[in-house]
Structures are given as C-alpha cells and as structure tokens.
C-alpha cells in the first residue's frame, strides 16, 4: 500500500535522490519523517537520545472508559511507520556540530554522549541535505527554584516524572515508600506563564494533560482524592470539553497556586495557599503533589540554531520557516516552535513536510 | 469616607489610567494567588493582597485607598518574591497608603510619627530616659557568665558600628536588646549608639509620607556624620 502511495505521489513529484535531514525523533520528527519518505525523499532522521520517540514515547495512554485523546499511542503508531520504511535511516546518539553550503547542506555529526559507545562510530562523519527540518521539542522546566521543594522531596514530582513512573509500572506510587497515594494534588503553571524567569507563554498542555492524569489515576487508583490548584483552565484542543466536564465532578478544583510546601514527619506534603471560598491562609496535607512544569526551549537551542545559521525567538523558541524567516531548505516544526500537544505536533509536522517537499521540487507543486 | 463594598463595577470605574503613575505592572497580573498563599497576614479581616492588586488594576483605587486592608499588610514583601510576574507588592501598597488622608491613617502610626518628627523616636521618650534603660540592660547582662566585662558605649567617636534601635526594644522587648549585643560582644566589635534621633523604625516608610522618610534618614545620616562611624546597622 505505501508503494503504490509512493508511486501516486511520484506522478506529481520526483524527489529521487533528494536527501532530507530531520533533527529530532519525538512525535514531530518521526511523522515529518514518515510523510517526506512517502514523497520519495531519502530521509536521516537524528536524534541525540539513543532511542527514537522523543517526550511522547515516555506517555501512557490515559483512556478510563474510553479514548481521552491524549495521543499518546500516536508516537507508537509513527514510530512503526518509520520502522518501516526503507529510505530513513535513524541516526541515534548524534548531534550535527558543523553546516556548510547553500541549497545542498554537508552536515558534520558528532557523538552527542547520550547512550554513548552504542552508538559510537555507528553514523557517518558527514550528511548531505537537500532540505533540513528541526523537531527538537522541548524541555520541562526544572522547578528547583520554585518553592515547592522539588528534588529535595521525593514525594513532589512533576508531571514529566508521573508519566514516566505511570509509563514504567502502571500505578502512580508515593516514591518515599511505594505506598498509593489517597490524597493527591496537581498545581499548575509551575515554570511557565512566569515573567520572572523570563517564560512568559502558557505551556498550553499541561491542564488537559493534568487532568487526563487525574482521571487515570482515580481509575486504576479508586478513591484516590484530588485537588487541582490552578488559575485558570486553559481548554485548548476539540476534545477539551469532553474531559472536563466529567473531572469536575470528581476533582476539587481551587482557583489559586500555593506559595509553599513543608514536608510532614510521614513524608506527606503541606501545601500553603490561599483559600479563595473560604478566604483564608489554609495548610492541607497530601500524599503526593503533582507540579505541572512548563514546557520550555530545548536546552542547546542556542548551539543548534547557531551552528545551522536558523532563527530563534526572543523567548529561545525556533521562530517558524514560514514567509522566508528561515534560510532556504530548512524548517522548523513541533514543541520547538513553542508548547504542543502531541495532535498539534503531528499537525505542525506535516505541514512542514509538505513545505519541505514543495522547496525541494522547485515550488512547482500547489 | 464611606467605602462600602461595590455591588458591581462601573465600566467607567476601569480606568487603568489612574494607575499609569505607578511603574509596577500591577495590570500584568494573572491572578495566581501565589501572593495571598505566601502573605503572613492573608485572611485577617479577608485580607488578601491578590484582591488589591485586582482592585488596584481594575482602577478601583479610590475604593481601596479608604479600607481596612494597605494597613493589615506587613510590607514584609513575601508576597513579590514569589509573584511570578514581578509586581512589586509592597511598594504598590505603600503608595496606596500615601494617597490617605494623613489624619485618616491608624491613630498609633499618626502619633508616633509625629513624636518622632518631633523627639527623635516613636515614643517621645526623653533622652535621659533612654539612656537610663539602655545601661540598666547593659548592667543586667554583666551577671551573666562570661559577661562580667561588657557595657556599652553611647556616643562613641569613630566607632566601626552604629546602630539604630527599634522603640519596642527600650519599651516591652528590653530583654531582645541583649541578643545581638552579645553578638557584638563576643565578636570583639566596636560599636555605639545614638543618644538622640535613634529610631529605627520609620513610620514615615510604612505610612507613605516620603517627607517623613527623608527627615528621618537625614538624622541618622547627621549620627553618622557627627560621631564618624564607619557602619551603619539599621535592623527593622
């Protein structure tokens, strides 16, 4: 079926031959990659993680009843599409250190020292691009500073570490003892909607993601309470609406962000914060508390950027290849642009696949 | 001044223009709560410094300006160091204490300022007075162990340290003035006190008066000026 996909399309195109570099094999990278090997472009598809799947691979699938549309079985889906084709090649452990050249790119690779010896000596010195595309995503914010006594307490996570720990086992234990939590809290816009720190942009996923979570944890984990400090609930997607209205029956929802946390003699976690209904300072103890970190620019966005001549943002973000803000043959797509769900990233990514396959044959196709 | 709580607001109450003298950004506000879940004092009589930063923003100032709340606040500023869009809280605050009527301001804070433009200090308590109280602590403490040769040196010249005094501690809290003198005792420091204008605590800062403020810190300027001290330690 791909074939002859591949060959309906080569009536319109004929990219033989036609070399593409994808930076980044998250969710973004690998549909970009599936879509410009579909088009007949010759794809190597880096990442400098050892494994392909990016964030996204780490989630897990958050249907109770039924699908809750969190994507996550989309990266897995992606993932076994690429695994298919014959013209990518990944390229793992690797970071591209050197860009020569105009219209045709020679990329240098280094080891990027993740998963390091695997991968070693595995990949070419040198790549050559017709167009390049980068889906670096992003990072979560590092919440030490904030005054929630992450990395000092283990029973504060953020909500990239829940998903890893629901991912890897299937429950969402207390780290301090492995005991269920009964009393849970999830608090908001910790690291992003932030001006201090210079993040000034709403991290746009973290309440459908909070609360999907919620909800699959009080599914598996019955009479798992949970509160969810917030400002106010940023509904972005078609399906928002659907799982909202059932989590506020089940969640207790308070309009305020705690100011502090104490850990109690049981490693239970007191958060202080304003009671708006009651209006009065209110100390309440959980079991565990969840802090939605924002989603912030990759860490060597700068480097990259630099190295292959692209744009950021002010806020570090790769600024978009649209209306020529870009060099010639490169473009940029997914959480690297800026906060993403995983359905925004697939969206984003074909797009620029799709722009990327116009530049290459000319802008001849429409 | 009647300022009863509005029922609703007025659209042309939203005048974000009232505010513009201020540089504080209170209008960037996202209403987290962060500040009133950090406030020492929030709840007491519903105070909640979220709320004023909303009523400050939405041009509700003339409302604010008469109530209970500037004065509950503590000017502590635990509120803007957690605020994750900066505003500056406590500052916010004062200037809303400024724009009181002075003789609308909370009687204890009218009168000890005006003692101290007058006197030197909160209390208007007399120098001989203060004096006496600060060597009794000292002499006090000389019965303690391994404190059998310390006393203090009023006025000294040339002193390392000078230090003001709050007025509660030659009032109700005498025996917090032996603390830190212990410290400075076991430290070997060099230090002294002011005999007159020693205040440490300036209502003119907490009440808004910049006037006030000025003449104050000037006097403490004149101490260091006159007895050449080369620290100045004003603890508040």
Redesign the interface.
Known sequence: MMSSDRAFKELFVNLKGKQGVVIGAGVAGLTAAAALSRWGVQVWLIDKAPVIGGHAIQFSCKAIEGCVQCGACQVHERAQQVSRQKNITFVPGARIVRSRGNGRLELTLAASGQGAGQSAGRFPDTLNADALLVTTGFTVYDPSHK?YGYGQFANVLTNLDAERILHATGALARPSDGRLPRRMAFIQ?VGS?????GHDWCSKICCGSALRMARLVQSRQPGTAVTFFY??VQSFGRQFQAIYDGCRERIRTV??????IRKTADDDMQV???D?Q????TDAVFDLVVLSAGLTPTADNAVLASVLGMRLLENGFFCPHDNDTQPPGMFAAGAALGPMSIAESIDSAGKAAFDMVRYLDGGRLR | MTNPTPSFVRLEDLDAGLCKHWPYAQDVCLTCGMCSGACPVAGMNDFDPRKVVRLVSMGMLNWIVGERWPWICTMCGKCEQVCPMGIDIADMMRAIRALRDRVKIPGILQDGLANALRTGNNLALPKEDFVFILEDVAEEMTEEPGLKDFSIAIDKPGANILTTIHNKLVNTHTEDLKHWWKIFHAAGEDWTIASDNWEGTSWGYFTGDDEAMKIMAGRIVDNMRRLKAKTLLWPE
């Open positions: 005054p816009c909607r932030d001006h201090r720190i400002i106010d309009r305020a962000i705690p100011a502090d202080t914060y304003f708006p009651d209006r009065n300072a």
